[in-house]
């Protein structure tokens, strides 16, 4: 009589046993990925999102920490001193010391001139959980800029009803576009701001 093939047993059993090991593997590098990823937090104004694995330019220590530049694109020497001319994400952040700062049209002003020279820009670019305003600037350069404002409202005990500006902008060329548009918007959906007390 013939022996009936156990299931547990020969090729089936090795293929679900190997396919166990390989989702094994892969939750466990997925797992310590997610561990790894640093979150940047600036609990004085108010923001914080996860560290990209991009090059940065930092703020000086010794002074209140406003935000950062993101390097994008190949390593050049002297990038941090020179940022005229690079591809970056760039983030920023103040209390709001004027009254053209405390709307967002103003805000975004700030960054596009007046009368505004910014175009609109593309599609959903937004802070997360706040009302933002954006605009797409092309520069003498030939760089693009975008800039995407929020805002928070005024701070308790502040002795002027003013709030905190932030402000993230991409650089970039016609060339590399699509490309850091595409890292832009994941940045984004990572952005948190909140009134700071």
Same mark, same amino acid.
């Not at 800039?147 to 993230?168: D, L, M, N």
């Given at each position: ?50 560290? $990209? ?142 009134? $700071?007390?």
């Amino acid at each position: 009589m013939p022996k009936q093939r156990n299931w547990r047993e020969g090729r089936p059993a090795r293929f679900w046993s190997i396919l166990a090991t390989c989702l094994s593997l892969i939750l466990s590098a997925t797992v310590a990925e997610a561990a790894t990823v640093k979150v940047y937090r600036n609990r004085d104004l108010g923001m914080s999102f996860p560290m $990209p694995r991009q090059r940065m330019c930092l703020a000086d220590p010794r002074m209140l920490d406003h935000g950062m530049d993101i390097l994008l694109g190949p390593e050049r020497p002297g990038e941090c001193d020179d940022l005229s001319v690079g591809r970056m994400i760039g983030v920023s952040a103040f209390f709001s010391a004027t009254d053209d700062e405390v709307t967002l049209d103003g805000l975004l002003r700030l960054y596009c001139g007046a009368p505004p020279a910014c175009q609109p820009a593309p599609a959903g670019l937004k802070v997360p959980g706040r009302r933002s305003l954006s605009g797409l600037m092309h520069r003498p350069n030939g760089q693009i800029a975008i800039f995407v404002v929020a805002q928070t409202g005024a701070i308790a005990g502040q002795v002027e009803p003013h709030g905190v500006g932030y402000s993230f902008g991409l650089d970039t060329t016609p060339e590399h576009m699509d490309e850091d548009l595409a890292t832009f918007r994941r940045f984004l959906k990572g952005v948190r701001v909140w009134r $700071p007390d």
